[in-house]
T-cell receptor, first 109, second 113 residues
Framework: GIQVEQSPPDLILQEGANSTLRCNFS?????LQWFHQNPWGQLINLFY???GTKQNGRLSATTVATERYSLLYISSSQTTDSGVYFC???????????FGTGTRLTIIP | DVKVTQSSRYLVKRTGEKVFLECVQD?????MFWYRQDPGLGLRLIYF???????EKGDIPEGYSVSREKKERFSLILESASTNQTSMYLC????????????FGPGTRLTVL
């Protein structure tokens, strides 16, 4: 099956810093999503981005499908950005999402 | 906004009990999914359903069954709960088609004693 790797596994930053999270995947995909898992365990949809670039406030994401990676950018980090960020992909002919192992982001005041 | 709700946030059951986890979505989505999340193992698909009364096994279906009698509702059943089924259970839904987004419920943290 498709493999999804995320880096770094852990990231600790001061409030106000910028960060880049990476997601590499092993096969062509028709669906890529970024999620933020909050401290209560809920997965919050950040981006649906099988290709191209999107921005939403302080967050933006870029997927280069031909090179099989996606990047999530967080600018001017706030403590509420803390949590685990997951990348998940789906490839053609498959209904299920395959998740990466996540990046745990900790923002220190 | 898509809304996926789960019947309980926290649940404590005893070994051998029959456990029902309920999930409801309000966006008329065809697909519904049950995942479990464990430290170090990530999210793994248990079952999914693409239509009423239809189901497909995911990666780890052993010890679980599902029921989908209505389009908006998808139930996960633990016939005889065991301690290794202590986990976070997440329900999701999406529309049919090659390009679609999955939306998740708040999760149920199940502890089996």
């Amino acid at each position: 099956g498709i493999q999804v790797e995320q880096s770094p596994p852990d990231l600790i930053l001061q409030e106000g810093a910028n960060s880049t999270l990476r997601c590499n995947f092993s096969d062509s995909v028709n669906n890529l999503q970024w999620f933020h898992q909050n401290p209560w365990g809920q997965l919050i949809n950040l981006f649906y981005i099988p290709s191209g670039t999107k921005q939403n406030g302080r967050l933006s994401a870029t997927t280069v499908a031909t090179e099989r990676y996606s990047l999530l950018y967080i600018s001017s980090s706030q403590t509420t950005d803390s949590g685990v960020y997951f990348c998940a992909v789906r490839n053609f002919g498959n209904e299920k999402l395959t998740f990466g192992t996540g990046t745990r982001l900790t923002i220190i005041p | 906004d898509v809304k996926v709700t789960q019947s309980s946030r926290y649940l404590v059951k005893r070994t051998g009990e029959k456990v029902f986890l309920e999930c409801v979505q309000d966006m008329d989505h065809e697909n519904m999914f049950w995942y479990r999340q464990d430290p170090g193992l990530g999210l793994r698909l248990i079952y999914f359903s693409y239509d009423v009364k239809m189901k497909e096994k995911g990666d780890i279906p052993e010890g679980y069954s599902v029921s989908r009698e209505k389009k908006e509702r998808f139930s996960l059943i633990l016939e005889s709960a065991s301690t290794n089924q202590t986990s976070m259970y997440l329900c999701a839904s999406s529309s049919l088609g090659a390009y679609n987004e999955q939306f998740f419920g708040p999760g149920t943290r199940l502890t089996v004693l």
